[in-house]
């Protein structure tokens, strides 16, 4: 059964720092495209951060760049969001989400999905 579980989130004032993980298992993360999208309350779920196979090419959305960072470790076969002066826009569910086709940012092409984890920048 492949599963991706996050974990990391959290309260954080803003200007502040957290760092997502996701853990896959029952599947190889390094045969897979791997993405962190978010969903605010009330919006749709966006693309945030995407990653390829070996960790050599990242993509960020445009308001996030500069300020996270993607990374994956295939041996612990976990992948990680870095994230540094967040603000109270970076408030949302964080998903993480593999795809085993090339890099995207469209969440239908990513196949399996985490439970979210929670992220919340006070002001």
């Not at 059964?1 to 029952?26: D, K, M, N, Y």
């Amino acid at each position: 059964q492949v599963q991706l579980v996050e974990s990391g989130g959290g309260l954080v004032q803003a200007g502040g720092s957290l760092r997502l993980s996701c853990a896959a298992s029952g599947l190889r993360l390094r045969t897979y495209i791997v993405g962190w999208f978010r969903q605010a309350p009330g919006k749709e779920r966006e693309f945030v951060a995407g990653i390829n196979w070996w960790g050599t090419y990242t993509y960020y959305e445009d308001s996030v760049k500069g300020r996270f960072t993607i990374s994956r470790d295939n041996a612990e076969n976990t992948v990680y969001l870095q994230m540094n002066s967040l603000n109270p826009e970076d408030t949302a569910v964080y998903y993480c989400a593999g795809s085993p086709r090339g890099v995207s940012r469209e969440s239908t092409i990513f196949t399996s999905w985490g439970q979210g984890t929670q992220v919340t920048v006070s002001s």
